[in-house]
């Protein structure tokens, strides 16, 4: 069993850049297909973003497509979320998740997932 922990969220204003990092603990980590959510105050919880094993795939939301990407490093266990040209309506919780099967479109959907964070706290000021 995998464990998760998010890190990088923060305050921001609106244009700047943060880096969230989601540690992964407990399990084989280079097993595992990598995602992104978010969500925001009475918002059902959106996919942000997906992560092959190797990091040679990714998926986007639209909301977010060509402003943030998605790497992984699994030498170090961690996957990342670079969010660059941020917009208050990006303000969310954030939370990683973890699957053992490999990447399919399926990952932009919540239900493949069987681990996740505690999620990190992204607030874009206007």
């Known amino acids: 069993q995998v464990q998760l922990v998010e890190s990088g969220g923060g305050l921001v204003q609106a244009g700047d850049s943060l880096r969230l990092s989601c540690a992964a603990s407990?399990?084989?980590?280079?097993?595992?297909?990598m995602g992104w959510f978010r969500q925001a105050p009475g918002k059902e919880r959106e996919f942000a973003a997906a992560?092959?094993?190797?990091?040679?795939?990714?998926y986007y939301g639209d909301s977010v497509k060509g402003r943030f990407t998605a790497s992984r490093d699994n030498a170090k266990n961690t996957v990342y979320l670079q969010m660059n040209s941020l917009k208050p309506e990006d303000t969310a919780i954030y939370y990683c998740?973890?699957?053992?099967?490999?990447?399919?479109?399926?990952?932009?959907?919540?239900?493949?997932?069987?681990?996740w964070g505690q999620g990190t706290q992204v607030t874009v000021s206007s």
């Open positions: 407990g399990g084989s980590f280079s097993s595992y297909a």
């Open positions: 998740a973890a699957d053992q099967s490999p990447l399919t479109a399926q990952h932009m959907g919540i239900s493949p997932y069987d681990y």
């Open positions: 992560i092959s094993r190797t990091g040679a795939v990714t």
